[in-house]
């Protein structure tokens, strides 16, 4: 198959517009007509032996997770998702049913989250290895950032964490399932924004390294004052240090309802502005290789 | 150096904001305030031994022509790139002073071209493997496609052809320095788009396969009538079927007044739909590998 023919397969299955988009695959860039609103722009790589493994990772999951990683930074900006962009280097062994099957469930949770794939690029590379941009919006002014954390906020995080270290580790079971298909919080992110939470970061290097980040950002510390829920048969170390939980880490105004399925954990304090735990969560500039 | 500090280190070189960039690298999306106008969204790849050698490519050239290609996908479409998000995945060889000259090379034309670099994503990988995005605008409906030739129209390019495989087999002279530095064609784009060019298409591929995607995409033939601009000393061969000039191919309808610098090579023709040529261009899922 030639690059012409396996970007008619692709086109073939991404409807090519709708939903503000005007043109997608085929030109030299996607349009996008966009409501009057602030754009969210965000970018992720998975990484042949970093972030999956051939052996285990089915491909399908491969595409799903790819996507789910770039709609999980869109749900911790309180955003609605609207397009993507793909771009593919495929090692020699992923053949055409590999890349049919990654597109398969790439695509399958694009159409549940109303994402429209939008374009990309091929290419060829010893292991493979995928980039996506995903598209979003929210309106004027209202998105959730990481720096807006006071003193005196309430922290939360959204599900239990650890599962998908949990997964890695053993391979089996939920959790397992978790880690090979995450479910970006969405509706959550945009039940945050209308109840106008102070910092929001999404857990995908684990709780110790994104609290961390969320502290930084808002030039404040943080003091762990609850139970951290842990998915079934998780430890403590996999819920703080783990990561891929693609869960939401969240402050609220003291006093401000949680919405359910959230758990406080802790309170922002004055301080060394940093997080209270060991940021000891997956930094690929620290550790050379990980475990999937 | 771990990633936080990596990032740092990019960020003091990338303005945060201006130019509609509300918020640029440091959270989980950039936030970008469109004006009311289409936008424009492109991806493509660099990647080691495939696009850039180690030993040839200096690192500021890997970068700026990592922005170069994004940007010559705007300029294709008449647009005005506004960010880009950078995604980049370093091999063990690649130690901080390349990642620092690579992004010098990149920010040193995004500073010319206006562009701020937004955001991006950091990894490992065996080999060096950059992905990129550029965001443009362009007013609503106005954007200058592949598919809008018809028969009778007039076929030009701009700039003289072939310079960069040149360059590429000769590693001297102005032709390497065209190879490893191209200058994206954003004015003669918004010329084009004032003028109300028919289609357009960069010369990323070579000349062969661009034309026959233009005459593919706009259903119609070409028939090719007048000389090739050949770069200095680049055979027809280089300049059909090299590739990476990043020139503007484009189509005026019959009679209208080309712009300088720019030359007549053929016209639109009813007829099976595909290139004069054979489309001997550049095709990653022809050829394993590249000759750089």
Redesign the interface.
């Known amino acids: 198959?030639?690059?012409?023919?396996?970007l008619k397969r692709i086109a073939a299955r991404a409807p090519r517009a709708g939903r503000g988009l005007?043109?997608g695959i085929?030109?030299?860039?996607?349009?996008?007509?966009?409501p009057?609103?602030?754009?969210?722009?965000?970018?992720?790589?998975m990484?042949e032996d970093?972030h999956f493994r051939r052996a285990t990772h089915p491909a399908d999951a491969v595409g799903w997770k790819t996507l789910a990683r770039g709609l999980?930074?869109?749900a911790?900006?309180g955003?609605t998702p609207r397009?993507c962009?793909?771009?593919l280097?495929v090692a020699?062994w992923a053949d055409q049913r590999w890349i049919d099957a990654f597109y398969g469930g790439l695509l399958r949770l694009a159409r549940r989250t109303g994402v429209s794939l939008?374009?990309?690029?091929?290419?060829?590379?010893?292991?493979v290895?995928c980039?996506i941009?995903v598209?979003?919006d929210?309106p004027?002014g209202r998105?959730l950032?990481?720096?807006g954390a006071r003193p005196g906020d309430a922290v939360y995080v959204s599900g239990r964490l650890g599962g998908s270290a949990l997964g890695l580790e053993t391979e089996c079971g939920t959790a397992w399932k978790r880690h090979l298909r995450p479910e970006p919080r969405l509706e959550l992110g945009l039940v945050l924004r209308r109840l106008r939470a102070t910092a929001c970061?999404?857990l995908s290097d684990g709780l110790s390294l994104d609290l961390h980040?969320l502290c930084?950002?808002s030039k404040v510390t943080a003091e762990l004052d609850g139970p951290i829920p842990l998915f079934r048969g998780a430890s403590i170390d996999q819920a703080l240090n783990g990561g891929e939980d693609y869960e939401l880490l969240f402050t609220l105004r003291p006093g401000a309802k949680a919405p359910p399925s959230t758990t406080r954990i802790g309170t922002i304090r004055k301080g060394k502005p940093g997080g209270p735990l060991p940021p000891r969560g997956y930094?690929?500039?620290?550790s050379?290789?990980r475990s999937a």
Not at 1 to 6: A, Q, T
Not at 118 to 124: M, N
């Open positions: 198959m030639n690059e012409l023919e396996i005007v043109l085929g030109d030299d860039c996607a349009i996008y007509r966009s009057s609103a602030d754009l969210l722009l965000t970018t992720d790589m990484i970093v999980s930074d869109i911790a900006m955003g397009l962009l793909v771009s280097a020699s939008a374009g990309g690029d091929l290419g060829h590379a010893e292991r290895m980039d941009v598209c979003g929210v004027r998105a950032r990481r720096d970061i999404d980040r930084l950002a930094d690929h500039f620290r050379e290789t």
